[in-house]
């Protein structure tokens, strides 16, 4: 079955640094990706949606200054978490839709995550 | 808005029970509708799906039909196993674009031997 990945799958920084959180699609290309952050006892927020070769579309109310996404390749996208503080602590998934297909499954990755001292 | 609400878990069981996690979405536009699975330590899967009133979804012994006049797309498994302890996810495509999906906020379920 189609496989995503993410790196790391855990992470703690200092307040002020920068993270970077991968999404890789390992066995499929994904013009589409998609990351979600998830609180805990929430349900997974849709926080932007990437696409290989352009700019990534955010939801309303995330900034796209802080979550910096770039998808350079068809099997790769990468969340840039800048300038973290401790409210950014949270649960990163991502999940791809296979380039190409015409129903809407997503695939996802295990998560990663981030802590924010 | 496009939503949707599923019951709080956590869920426990005991091997054999049978299982219902309610789910209910708000009725905007035409979506389909989802279940997915997280088991521990991995990421989500999905479980089943529906793209249309009256569709039922099924898998691995688990079912649900998608509702419109109830606006319910419930999970059932009549005979619940220990290796079913997981997460479940209930899920909406939004109106505004298929491809974006909104979940439901997680039902933990746990079967006992």
């Known amino acids: 079955g189609a496989v995503v990945s993410q790196h790391p799958s855990w992470v703690i920084c200092k307040s002020g640094t920068s993270v970077k959180i991968e999404c890789r699609s390992l066995?499929?290309?994904?013009?589409?990706m998609f990351w979600y952050r998830q609180f805990p006892k929430q349900s997974l927020m849709l926080m932007a949606t990437s696409n290989e070769g352009s700019k990534a579309t955010y939801e309303q109310g995330v900034e796209k200054d802080k979550f910096l996404i770039n998808h350079a390749s068809l099997t790769l996208s990468t969340l840039t978490v800048t300038s973290a503080h401790p409210e950014d602590s949270s649960f990163y998934i991502c999940?791809?839709?296979?380039?190409?297909?015409?129903?809407?499954?997503?695939?996802f990755g295990p998560g990663t995550r981030l802590t924010v001292l | 808005g496009d939503s949707v609400t599923q019951m709080e878990g956590p869920v426990t069981l005991s091997e054999e029970a049978f299982l219902t996690i309610n789910c209910t979405y708000t009725a905007t536009g035409y979506p389909s509708l989802f279940w997915y699975v997280q088991y521990p330590g991995e990421g989500l899967q999905l479980l089943l799906k529906a793209t249309k009133a009256d569709d039922k979804g099924s898998n691995k012994g688990f079912e649900a039909t998608y509702r419109k006049e109830t606006t319910s797309f419930h999970l059932e498994k009549g005979s619940v196993q220990v290796s079913d302890s997981a997460v479940y996810f209930c899920a909406r495509t939004l109106s505004g674009g298929y491809q974006k999906v909104t979940f439901g906020i997680g039902t933990k379920l746990q079967v006992i031997p």
């Open positions: 066995d499929f290309q994904a013009t589409t």
């Open positions: 999940s791809a839709r296979e380039t190409g297909s015409f129903g809407n499954e997503q695939f």
